[in-house]
């Protein structure tokens, strides 16, 4: 099992200046979203991974930035590596989630 790349606020908020196109996903399941999104981004809840997701053969070799609630909340972890195990080759982790994006302004 391959280990999982992070990305921190300051090169996330780097990427999307540079690249609007950003697949940037919010993986929050229904019973932790709470409408909170960071700018850019789209919704793809954890459970939805692996059916869903799996037929986007489009994006396997895009970068794709998945986020949750924040530090202690596990889910951006398990979406990437959920990617990865799918075939997708070019994930992170944004691990600070919402609560670092917020508190970074």
Same mark, same amino acid.
């Given at each position: 099992?391959?280990? $999982?790349?992070?990305?921190?606020?300051?090169?996330?908020?780097?990427?999307?200046?540079?690249? @609007?196109?950003?697949? =940037?996903? @919010?993986?929050?399941?229904?019973?932790?979203?709470?409408?909170?999104?960071? #700018?850019?981004?789209?919704?793809?809840? =954890?459970?939805?991974?692996?059916?869903? $997701?799996? /037929?986007?053969?489009? =994006?396997?070799?895009?970068?794709?930035? $998945?986020?949750?609630? %924040?530090?202690?909340? #596990?889910?951006?972890?398990?979406?990437?590596?959920? =990617?990865?195990?799918? /075939?997708?080759? @070019? $994930?992170?982790?944004?691990?600070? %989630?919402?609560?670092?994006?917020? @508190?970074?302004?």
């Amino acid at each position: 099992m391959a280990e $999982v790349k992070t990305i921190s606020t300051e090169k996330l908020q780097q990427r999307l200046e540079q690249d @609007n196109s950003l697949q =940037l996903w @919010n993986v929050l399941t229904d019973g932790y979203f709470t409408g909170e999104m960071i #700018p850019g981004s789209h919704r793809v809840p =954890l459970d939805t991974i692996g059916r869903e $997701v799996s /037929g986007e053969k489009s =994006l396997k070799g895009e970068e794709i930035i $998945v986020y949750c609630g %924040g530090p202690k909340c #596990p889910q951006s972890l398990q979406a990437a590596q959920k =990617l990865m195990d799918l /075939g997708y080759t @070019n $994930v992170k982790a944004y691990e600070g %989630g919402l609560e670092e994006w917020k @508190n970074a302004g």
